[in-house]
Structures are given as structure tokens and as C-alpha cells.
């Protein structure tokens, strides 16, 4: 099966819920190439994925996540789960692959067979990077208890794959500027713990205080984020940080919030899916992208209003609206 | 006029073409809104607005991207030119607003009748961002020859805005690591001009050569992007850095690849517009939205499949596809 450049699915996804590292590598690979056989591998796929649980690490670059990731998976090995890690890596169109993959990541856990790492690079579609990390978190998700979805750097993408996650870790470093551009990247909504990581620089302690303070203004009052000080790179306080994430996990049991977290998941994958797909097709409409390109020159020199080419190009789209009820092609 | 909430897109178009500030910024508070006339708005804006020169100025936190337009805007207003300023602030939802408002930005400018400077934050509605700082744009291009829109970060939107400008100007610090989390943002593929801002910094020389070396293995080879250092607190090197941007526009003048640009740019505008109308009128489409809501339970289940269930709402959304053509509501 691993010869073949485009595998059957449901020969692939068997291997990947037997546990074939070797498959769920490929299963990845194709899914973040486009593969034709995607749809079908990943809804092999979820029904088991579904009962993994997926940490979202987010924060901006250089505050240390990886190095978090790699103290909380090794200690969940020592517990003997296995644990899955995908860490997302938006770069360069024109280098075309993940830099990061040239750094030794998570040198303790590479070369545990119990531990699946996987770097996802944006290969120029941007995109699609939330889709396809989503995606890969259900392909590790089918084989691990536990799957860490790491994300670099604090934009639209990163907030969209937190959004994905079961519980969201916001991880901070204690230099000047964090807290502010923490709150400017919408980060103080979406997280639901705090690190202040390498809190053996100044300036921890008056984060921890000032992220606490704001976090009193959440309009969700049902959860209090705990903020964590942790030195990663010295396993100090990571103990801990595990057992705030087993604190907010057996929240989302108790109170309904994690059945509720599933169907916002759902619901965002399926959108996602629904708009990449119309995406996708809506040009292969007949007509219609020779009917964009006549009118560019015309809107370029002022003689169309790109608005009106853009309504007219709805319409001609054929995609059904409120007021012309009935006209969808399947009503089953 | 201007004390209607809702007031006549044609009336409040004319007074921006009169070079009225207050309903420029009334016109860009509109935009940011979901005004309704805001289609008409910007359809009377665009053809002035089509001569004026759009700058992007992108880069990480930090950079001191507002103490160098601040320098450049000084500049033309020495040389008499009308100067507009957008910048893009995404800020938290649960604050509502741009907290960077509260900084005193370009001092030197804000009293100055010939510039016009605003901010705009996403205010919760991350995806239409970059749609509406384009049109803040057009109505800022539309009474002034020159457009500077400055972006904060280096994510997704940012690259969408950038991607609207006809000279597109990258800011970097001398600090470790920024090479490379700009090469991770794709910056290098966007940027025409390069900007090594506080370079009174140490490593500002070496990130210079780095910068340089890696900018030589662009795909495009058309135009050698120049890499500058600058210290814009002190208006050092400034001066070369407008001679600079002077030296792109005359190369997209004579090589006519201002035209491509514009070109590119309106099909960029009007395919954002279609894509956002689409998901905007998609689940008013009868019945669509309940057909969601009605598989979420079972896909969280696992008892339905996500890719399926999205194939099903595609379909039932009645889009036109090749392989039924003639469908399209209007052909004119």
C-alpha cells in the first residue's frame, strides 16, 4: 500500500487506525497535498478521533511552545499514553516546506515509538492550513488518547485551528508588549489556560497579575483561566500546567461543555468544508470566470464598478437565495 | 448629512471626492459597520481612487512601522502632497476596539490638515478585515495621491492587505530570529522594498547581508527588492527609503506591471466580494441552515460523516456546476 502515490482510502485509513506510524505519515502528506481520496479517509477517521482530546498550544513566536509540548508529552508517556503532536508552521511560500523541520524539535520524544510529531507547513495555500490541520489532528486523533495541536505565531489561521481544540493553552513569554498584543490578537477570548513561560526572566509575576486582572473581564464567566508561571526548557511548573489541563478537561466533562465544544468543532469543520468546496467550484461554473476577467480591464480603467460585477457574478452563480425558494438540486 | 446614521451613499461619496475629512471618516465607520449603501460608496470612490499611489508598510510588532510612515508622510507633506494613513490594528473582540487608539500615534502629523490617519480593528469580524481596510483605502486614495496602509503582524490579513498595495515595504529589527519568522510569514515573497528599521541596533548589517542573500533566490527576478537600514526615531535614512519607494514606483510605471498590480488587485477584490457574499446569503438559503443543525448531533455521534453532510449542503445550495450549465439566474 505505501508504494502507491494515491492509496485507497479505506485501505490507508485501516492502517492508520491499526496504528501504522508509517501510514498516518501518509494519510497527512496526502491530505495536505489535496489528495481525491481525502473525504473519505478523514470520515474513516473521525468516528475514533472523536474521543481523543486535542490541546491547542498557541502563542507568539519564540515563547517556548515546543519546548512545552515536549514536557507535557513526555509526561503523559510516563503515564503510557500515546501522543500525537501536530505542530502548524505557516512559511514561506517560496521555500515551499517547513523551515522549522530543519531544527531538532522535541529531541527527547523523536525517537519514541509511542510519540507521533508531525510539522504542517502552508505549501502556498494558505487557505486551507486550518482545513488540513484539523484534519491531521483527526488522523493522529484516531490512533492517540492525546494530541497536541501546536501552533506559531498569533494570526487569523492560529486562531482558527485554537478554535478546533478541546482545551486552548495561551503560552506567553514575561517581555514587555506580550500582554498588549495577547489582547490585540483576540488570544484573551479564545484560551482557556495562561503560561507565562520562562518565568525565570523579570517581569513574570507582573504578567501573571496583569493577565489575571484582564481575564476578570471575559464575558464567560462559567470557566476562570488559571495563569501558570513554567521555565520549560527546566521542567519547572510543568507538573503543574499537566494538572490544570486534567482540571479544565474534567470541567468539560462535568458541565456539558465539551459536548458543546464537539458540535462548535463540528459545525466549523463542516462550514469550512462547505465554503472551500464553493470555493473550489464556483469558477468551474460555466461562464463565469471569462465573465470576471471581461470586466477587470473595464474596472482597472474605471468604466465598471467592481461591487456590481461582483453581485452580478453571485447571481450568475445560480446559487440559490431566500427568495427563490425551491430551486436546490437535492431535496432529500 | 452628517448627523444621519444612514445617510446617502452618493451625497456622502461626493463630499469625500470634496475632500471632506469628517465624511471620510464617517465613510470608513460605515464600511467597518456593514453599512448598507457601502457597495454604492465605494463604486463612486474607486475610479479616482485608482490613480492614487498605495503603499503597504508590513512587519512584526514592534518594528517601528509607525514611527517610519509618520517619516514618510512628513516628506511628501514637506513636498505639498495630500497624505492618507490606514492602519490595521486586529485587535481582542472582548476589548471591542483598537487599543493602540489610545497610543499617540505620528504626533507630527495628527494636527496636520493634509493627512488623514485612521484605525481599524476587526471589531470581532476577523474575515472582512482585509476587504474593508481596501475600501478605507479607496476612500483614503480618492482625496489623496498617496496612501500608506499599515499593517501590525505578519499573519493572514496582513499578507491579504499587502497584497492590495502597489509597493509593498517590509520592516524588520536587527533581533535574532526575525529573518527567519519573516521568511515563515512568506514577507520575502511579497515585499518589494526591505526595511531594517533601529539598524543603530548590533546585527542590524548582518541581517542586512542575510536579508539580501536570501532575497536573491526569489522566484520573480524581474526586480531586485532593496533592503535598507533605518533609524526612523532619528529620521536617519529615511530620505533614501522615499527615493527607494520613488525607484519601485517608476520601475511599475515603465515595465507596466502598476497595470498588472491593479489588475490583480480588482480580481482579488471582486472574488473577496463574491466569497463573502456567498457565505453571507448561503444558509438564508431555505432549509440549508436547518439541514446543518440537524446533522451536527449525529456527526458529533459519529453516526454521519462531516464531508458528506458538507457535499449534501453544497448540493442542496442549488450553486451551479459545469455539469449543469444554463442554470445561471441571470445571462445578460
Chains 1, 2 share one sequence.
Not at 513566536?61 to 503532536?85: I, N, Y
Not at 501573571?208 to 464575558?219: C, G, I, M, P
Not at 511548573?237 to 470541567?251: F, P
Request: net charge negative; charged share 30%; aromatic share 4%.
Amino acid at each position: 500500500m505505501a508504494t502507491s502515490t494515491r492509496p485507497d482510502p479505506a485501505a490507508l485509513a485501516e492502517a492508520v487506525l491499526a496504528g501504522d506510524r508509517r501510514a498516518a505519515a501518509q494519510a497527512i502528506s496526502l491530505i495536505e497535498d489535496g489528495y481525491p481520496g481525502r473525504a473519505e479517509l478523514v470520515s474513516r477517521l473521525y468516528p475514533r478521533a472523536r474521543s481523543s482530546y486535542l490541546v491547542g498550544i498557541t502563542g507568539p513566536p519564540g515563547a517556548g511552545k515546543s519546548t512545552l509540548v515536549d514536557r507535557l508529552a513526555g509526561g503523559d508517556r510516563r503515564r503510557g499514553e500515546q501522543v500525537g503532536v501536530v505542530c502548524v508552521d505557516p512559511s514561506s511560500p517560496f521555500t515551499g516546506g517547513a523551515l522549522l523541520g530543519d531544527r531538532i524539535r522535541m529531541e527527547d520524544l523523536a525517537t519514541d515509538p509511542g510519540v507521533f510529531i508531525r510539522s504542517m507547513a502552508t505549501r502556498g495555500s494558505r487557505g486551507g492550513l486550518a482545513r488540513a490541520a484539523g484534519e491531521a489532528a483527526v488522523v493522529l486523533g484516531a490512533s492517540s488518547p492525546r494530541v497536541y495541536l501546536e501552533t506559531v505565531g498569533v494570526g487569523q489561521i492560529e486562531l482558527d485551528v485554537a478554535e478546533t481544540a478541546d482545551t486552548v493553552v495561551v503560552v506567553l513569554v514575561p517581555e514587555s508588549g506580550d500582554g498588549i498584543q495577547t489582547m490585540k490578537a483576540g488570544l484573551m477570548e479564545i484560551g482557556d489556560l495562561f503560561v507565562v513561560n520562562k518565568a525565570d526572566r523579570p517581569g513574570a509575576e507582573g504578567m501573571q497579575v496583569e493577565l489575571e486582572s484582564a481575564l476578570r473581564l471575559r464575558r464567560d464567566r462559567s470557566w476562570q483561566p488559571p495563569v501558570l508561571r513554567t521555565v520549560a526548557s527546566r521542567d519547572e511548573g510543568t507538573g503543574a500546567l499537566a494538572e490544570a489541563l486534567e482540571g479544565h478537561r474534567n470541567w468539560l466533562a462535568v458541565r456539558g461543555e465539551g459536548e458543546r465544544r464537539r458540535r462548535r468543532r463540528a459545525r466549523a469543520y463542516v462550514k469550512g468544508l462547505v465554503y472551500e468546496t464553493l470555493r473550489e467550484h464556483l469558477w468551474e461554473t460555466a461562464g463565469l470566470l471569462e465573465r470576471l476577467e471581461g470586466r477587470i480591464e473595464e474596472i482597472v480603467e474605471g468604466r465598471a464598478d467592481p461591487v456590481a460585477v461582483a453581485d452580478e457574478i453571485v447571481a450568475a452563480s445560480g446559487m440559490v437565495r431566500v427568495t427563490e425558494p425551491g430551486k436546490g438540486t437535492s431535496d432529500a
